[in-house]
């Protein structure tokens, strides 16, 4: 299982692929269903679609 928060290495976030189990070490946990990925200029905006419905997400 990987955690995804603020301290996640970017490294990390890359390596993370669909049907990984992952959590936000408080109400979200689930295998990924999708990724997306943006740059808004300043940060890298991850974006984790788990198969639950819920989203996780994380900025660097």
Do not use: C, H
């Amino acid at each position: 299982m990987i955690r995804i928060n603020e301290e996640t290495p970017v490294e990390i976030l890359q390596d993370i692929k669909i049907g990984d189990l992952v959590t936000d070490g408080f109400s979200k946990t689930s295998l990924v269903e999708s990724i997306e990925t943006t740059d808004d200029g300043l940060y890298k905006i991850y974006e984790f679609y788990l198969n639950t419905g819920r989203v996780i997400k994380t900025k660097r």
